[in-house]
């Protein structure tokens, strides 16, 4: 990912017109506290943008750090959290470099729609990166497109002009397995501002 390009979205275009800022909390996320598989606990959320998620999860008992690349979406997640009161801790870097500065170990990892901005010679890096940052046993939830979304024709280049990269259930599998005990892998369909999404949802755990 490029740092320059993900914060001029930020920093250009209004959150109501950036497609993944979506203030209510994912379903699989939802449904994972409300089925007791994950309860509060240290967090880490990956691609964190505006903060939405942790916010949600701050507001549950979480201890939650949020990680993204862009300086202009953590600014406005910071000031999101003084608004509500929450303590949770922003901080922009990579999700690629060495997340020095992300203090972990964390017990519960997250990234939705993170990955397909990743190109697929880097998501190794990330998924090793993930692991670092969790307790043995951690648990972790990511969500890509897949590559049976019949939107921006499967693959390429969307309005906004990012490039995504979708995915098979198989291509995750081989990325994460060597890393973590999966749990649930599928392919769901998931909420869009415009119009919903084919992807993969995977939870699991920190081998």
Not at 6 to 11: G, K, P
Not at 49 to 62: E, Q, T
Request: proline share 6%; charged share 25%; hydrophobic share 35%.
């Amino acid at each position: 990912m490029k740092q320059i390009d993900m914060d001029e979205i930020y920093r250009k275009i209004s959150p109501a017109q950036i497609p993944w800022n979506i203030e209510e909390p994912p379903d699989a996320l939802v449904e994972l506290l409300n089925n007791g598989s994950v309860r509060p606990c240290k967090t880490v959320e990956f691609g964190c943008g505006f903060g939405n998620s942790a916010l949600y999860l701050g507001g549950r008992g979480f201890d939650v750090t949020g990680v993204d690349i862009s300086p202009t979406a953590i600014g406005i997640a910071q000031e999101n959290a003084r608004k509500r009161g929450l303590r949770c801790v922003f901080i922009a870097a990579d999700v690629l470099g060495d997340l020095n500065e992300v203090r972990g170990p964390f017990d519960f990892a997250y990234d939705w729609e993170l990955l397909h901005h990743i190109f697929p010679e880097h998501r190794r890096r990330y998924a090793e990166n993930v692991y670092m940052k969790l307790n043995p046993g951690g648990g972790y939830l990511s969500l890509c497109f897949s590559e049976r979304d019949p939107q921006f024709g499967g693959t390429g280049e969307t309005p906004l002009s990012t490039v995504l990269y979708f995915s098979s259930e198989a291509e995750l599998r081989d990325v994460f397995e060597p890393y973590f005990r999966i749990e649930e892998l599928k392919t769901v369909q998931v909420r869009g501002k415009h119009a919903p999404h084919l992807a993969v949802c995977v939870f699991m755990h920190r081998r």
